[in-house]
């Protein structure tokens, strides 16, 4: 089963800052890589996939990079909006798994 | 507009059962695959299973197989989850999910519904 590893577990930050999520998959999942954000109470909603392509009406300041094992996820300036939890998940073979998720609090 | 309504959640006993639906709308529900996602309170995201189009393929994450069903009635626009023999490690608010072409990542997600396993 293929694992996939986020780091940081936590990112502390402010309005306007560039922030940086990675995800490590224990095997390739070639280019077969998504990322959700979710904040409390509700539903995961889908950012990035096929690990670079934005989901339509996502903001342009959300993109994705990566290939094989290495993943990440970029917020270019983040606005208040985007202070919530983010996984990455893979479906390049069966079972499908999420990573632990990152939470992004305000600094 | 895209809408995942699940229903069925509550509190069982460990061993006991729930069958939990999903009712779909906006979409043309026997064009795609379907998954449940769940969530255990305060954790991370974990797959449940996968449902092709015609219902001719499942897949089960390790933990549930054997104890789960996933089924769907393509003229009910449904999706369904039986879940027997349930454990207390299964409380999560279980999530049905879209998948929208031959990629299994999930663009549509309903609301969740709690399941309570408990004594």
């Known amino acids: 089963d293929i694992q996939l590893t986020q780091s940081p577990s936590t990112l502390s930050a402010s309005v306007g800052d560039r922030v940086t999520i990675t995800c490590r998959a224990s095997q390739s999942v070639r280019d077969w890589l998504a990322w959700y954000q979710q904040k409390p109470g509700k539903a995961p909603q889908l950012l990035i996939y096929?690990?670079?392509n934005l989901e339509s009406g996502v903001p342009s300041r959300f993109s994705g990079r990566g290939s094989g094992t290495e993943f990440t996820l970029t917020i270019s300036s983040l606005q208040p909006d985007d202070f919530a939890t983010y996984y990455c998940q893979h479906s390049d073979s069966y079972p499908i798994s999420f990573g632990g998720g990152t939470k992004v609090e305000i600094k | 507009e895209v809408q995942l309504e699940e229903s069925g959640g509550g509190l069982v006993q460990p061993g006991g059962s729930l069958r939990l639906s999903c009712a779909a709308s906006?979409?043309?529900?026997?064009?795609?695959?379907m998954a449940w996602v769940r969530q255990p309170p305060g954790k991370g995201l974990e797959w449940v299973a996968n449902?092709?189009?015609?219902?001719?393929?499942?897949f089960y994450v390790d933990s549930v197989k054997g104890r789960f069903t996933i089924s769907r009635d393509s003229a009910q626009n449904s999706l369904y989850l039986q879940m027997n023999s349930l454990r207390a490690e299964d409380t999560a608010v279980y999530y049905c999910?879209?998948?929208?072409?031959?990629?299994?990542?999930?663009?549509?997600w309903g609301q969740g519904t709690l399941v309570t396993v408990s004594s």
């Open positions: 999910a879209r998948i929208p072409g031959a990629d299994s990542y999930f663009d549509f």
């Open positions: 449902i092709k189009p015609d219902g001719s393929e499942k």
């Open positions: 906006g979409l043309t529900f026997s064009r795609h695959w």
């Open positions: 096929r690990a670079s």
